[in-house]
């Protein structure tokens, strides 16, 4: 059933979206052996993975609290790099589903299901891509963390095999279409160079939010 | 209050604020009703905010730069996204060009 439902994706997109959950899997390996490490019980990333559900927010929840700072403070921290995901509910409202079913297609909302749900052509393939990677990554993340917590120890550093990488690559290759026109190139150029410079002034979050300054440079055009 | 009720404390408001964040965009979205040209730009808006994250996390580790293995593997799945390789052929690049030259002792 499940195979038929995400049949019209294609294999390359279903392939795709398997390694990027897979990807995901081995960070939360990391993130849940990391917080175990540094003394928190495995509830605390395991309630986070399931009920936040956005992995830069957590892993700074984790350092903050970890190094001593009040948890309240860590959450305010956490809310500031998640709030792209407003403009992120803007864009993808069509793709979440409506009345109960928009909850949940709510939480599954992240990075990699927007840019994947973004990329496709159709409104059917960008629907499916959208809770494809979304249900997956909801899935792989509270699992791996789990599993980080018992094997962490056993899995090679995330950096030493580049999976740091992956991450900007994957939303650059899916976005480069995107970018093939000029009425999106000029303000999303814009946009990333102004969160660039804004990195070393500013707290996580607020920087990608600069971004969309560059929509002063939008114009109706091709 | 204990650090345990501290520790619930700051999950819930964590996660209650980010999903409100999340709801709270797709019901702004769905109650207005958007011209065309309107509804381009929020769709352009979410490449742009897409291309700010891979470039601010391709770039730094937390403030600092984040070394040049991880911008080489990045550069790479730039020109290889550009030349229309396959995504998965994209994904494998960057992180083999990237752990070979942290290997090679290039951060």
């Given at each position: 059933m499940q195979a038929r439902f995400f049949s019209p994706l294609g294999k390359d997109v279903v392939k795709?979206i398997f390694?990027?959950c ?73 793709l979440v589903g409506s009345?109960s079913l928009?909850?949940l297609g709510?939480?599954i909302?992240?990075?990699?299901s927007?840019?994947f749900g973004?990329?496709q052509?159709t409104h059917e393939k960008r629907k499916k891509a959208y809770w494809l990677c979304g249900a997956g990554i909801a899935l792989f ?82 | ?107």
């Amino acid at each position: 059933m499940q195979a038929r439902f995400f049949s019209p994706l294609g294999k390359d997109v279903v392939k795709a979206i398997f390694l990027v959950c897979l990807a995901d899997g081995l960070v939360g390996i990391s993130y849940g052996s990391l917080a175990v490490a540094g003394g928190f019980p495995l509830w605390v990333p395991l309630m986070l993975s399931l009920l936040v559900l956005a992995g830069a927010s957590e892993f700074l929840f984790i350092a903050i609290v970890g190094g001593g700072g009040s948890p309240l403070a860590a959450a305010a921290a956490g809310l500031l790099v998640n709030a792209r995901h407003l403009p992120f509910g803007i864009a993808v409202k069509d793709l979440v589903g409506s009345k109960s079913l928009s909850w949940l297609g709510c939480h599954i909302m992240n990075d990699e299901s927007v840019v994947f749900g973004i990329s496709q052509p159709t409104h059917e393939k960008r629907k499916k891509a959208y809770w494809l990677c979304g249900a997956g990554i909801a899935l792989f993340w509270p699992v791996s963390v789990i599993a980080g917590a018992y094997i962490g120890q056993f899995i090679p550093d995330i950096k030493a095999i580049g999976l740091d990488a992956v991450f900007p690559a994957i939303l650059l290759a899916l976005i480069f279409p995107a970018l093939r026109k000029r009425r999106t190139l000029i303000p999303a150029a814009s946009g990333a160079l102004i969160s660039v410079a804004a990195v070393p002034f500013v707290p996580a979050g607020m920087p990608v939010l600069f971004s969309l300054l560059g929509l002063l440079a939008w114009r109706n055009k091709k | 209050m204990t650090q345990q009720t501290l520790w619930i404390a700051g999950i819930v408001v964590l996660a209650a604020g980010t999903f409100a964040m999340r709801m709270a965009g797709y019901r702004l979205g769905s109650r207005l009703n958007f011209s065309p040209a309107t509804q381009t730009m929020l769709s352009d808006s979410a490449t742009i905010l897409l291309l700010a994250v891979a470039a601010t996390s391709a770039l730094f580790e937390g403030h600092h730069f984040g070394g040049f293995a991880r911008v080489a593997g990045v550069g790479v799945a730039l020109f290889l996204a550009w030349r229309k390789a396959p995504l998965i052929v994209i994904i494998i690049a960057a992180a083999v060009v990237t752990a070979l030259m942290r290997w090679a002792g290039i951060a």
